[in-house]
């Protein structure tokens, strides 16, 4: 799993996380931008604080979901994933290198967060000359002014809908919930349903690289 900040592994597969068996989760940022905005508006002096304490409730989340991957961060600045593309694309195609995964599960390309579709580029770049199945999880994005959550944008790609049993939900809940800092951002998802869908990546022989 490649997710751009601590919270986005709870939106993707929070309700069915040890399902995913053994599980390697990389995130790319830290989850604390170099603005300090909403650092300052927390009551965090500094940037560290606030990255530290973002880490805290991602472990706490993890701890209610039972799920004990291998966490690799790579510390980026929340918002600067798109100046390090090249070296997370290095880096990710290491990971999957040594992993050898049977998927990789990441954001679609959307325009939900600049993160997201940093990771989605990176993911994609690093998966180009391999055989590794790319898995998307429905994030959110804006479309004809409405925020939506746990939905793809409309596009003709099959989709795989998980509803969550009771149990489910209330693990995703209260995994939601252990990010207090994200409390605001989080309001407006639902537990009730997780969705997937399955891309194949080809490279052209102009060495052009497509997803369909």
């Not at 805290?56 to 039972?66: I, K, M, N, P, Q």
């Not at 992993?99 to 993911?123: I, K, N």
């Not at 590794?132 to 944008?153: C, K, M, N, Q, W």
């Not at 969550?164 to 693990?171: N, S």
Request: proline share 6%; aromatic share 8%; charged share 25%.
């Amino acid at each position: 799993m490649v997710v751009a900040h601590p919270d986005d592994e709870t939106i993707a597969a929070g309700g069915r996380l040890g399902w995913l068996g053994r599980l390697t989760m990389v995130h790319v940022t830290d989850g604390s931008p170099r603005s300090m905005e909403d650092a300052r508006r927390l009551g965090f002096r500094n940037r560290e604080s606030y990255a530290a304490e973002r880490r805290r409730e991602l472990l706490a989340a993890l701890t209610v979901s039972g799920c004990t991957p291998e966490l690799i961060e790579f510390g980026i600045p929340d918002q600067d994933a798109v100046f390090h593309l090249r070296e997370i694309t290095a880096r990710l195609s290491a990971v999957v290198q040594e992993t050898a995964p049977d998927f990789v599960l990441t954001h679609p390309y959307e325009g939900g967060h600049p993160d997201h579709d940093s990771c989605a580029f990176a993911v994609r770049r690093s998966l180009a000359d391999t055989a590794v199945p790319l898995v998307e999880f429905a994030g959110y994005h804006l479309i004809d002014s409405h925020f939506r959550t746990g939905e793809f944008l409309p596009a003709s790609i099959p989709e795989a809908s998980f509803p969550l049993d009771e149990e489910q939900q209330v693990r995703k809940r209260r995994m939601l919930d252990t990010f207090h800092t994200q409390r605001e951002t989080l309001a407006p998802f639902g537990t009730d349903m997780e969705r997937y869908r399955l891309r194949r990546i080809t490279i052209s022989h102009h060495g052009r690289m497509r997803v369909r």
